[in-house]
């Protein structure tokens, strides 16, 4: 099935994360990292999970350089055929959250800030904002 994913991080120091070119420089908190998967979303989840568990080395996304670094705290996701990805950031954007700039968005046809969002240092108010833009978006969500 295709879908969208939101992947729930918590980083417990700065760090400064250098992909190609870019610094990214994230203090600690809680992070939400918007993806699509439109070639099956059990599939992109997995390839997340092994990252994050360092059973593969292959760095191809902006997220693989940070899960390594991360604590992975849920992953909620929904399906659909079309990338709603965009429209999950902005609703997280227009909840009052900043989208680290240039940062996991660079196939991005919506002009997007980024991809990676920081959500403040609450990991329920974190999640509670999470649900929210989905449901405000009226999508059907689920949590791992």
């Known amino acids: 099935m295709k879908g ?12 400064n994360i250098e992909i190609g070119r870019r610094n990214f420089c994230l203090i600690k908190g809680i992070y939400a990292y918007v993806g699509s998967a439109l ?19 292959n760095m191809h ?3 693989d350089y ?3 670094k991360s604590n992975l705290l849920f992953i909620i996701y929904c399906h659909s ?3 709603i990805e965009c429209s999950i950031v902005k609703k997280l954007e227009e909840l009052g959250f900043n ?3 240039n940062f ?4 991005c046809k919506s002009n997007c800030q980024g991809h990676l969002i920081y959500l403040g240092n ?9 649900k929210l833009a989905f449901s405000l978006l009226n999508l059907e969500y689920y949590l791992l």
């Open 61 to 63: 996304w902006h997220i």
């Open 122 to 130: 609450e990991i329920d108010k974190a999640m509670n904002s999470i």
């Open 81 to 83: 055929d079309r990338r």
């Open 104 to 107: 996991g968005n660079s196939d």
């Open 4 to 15: 969208s994913y939101v992947l729930m991080l918590s980083i417990d120091k700065k760090y």
């Open 66 to 68: 940070l899960l390594p």
């Open 39 to 57: 070639n099956g979303i059990n599939g992109r989840i997995n390839r997340h999970l092994k990252t994050f568990m360092g059973l593969t080395n």
């Open 99 to 101: 989208s680290i700039k």
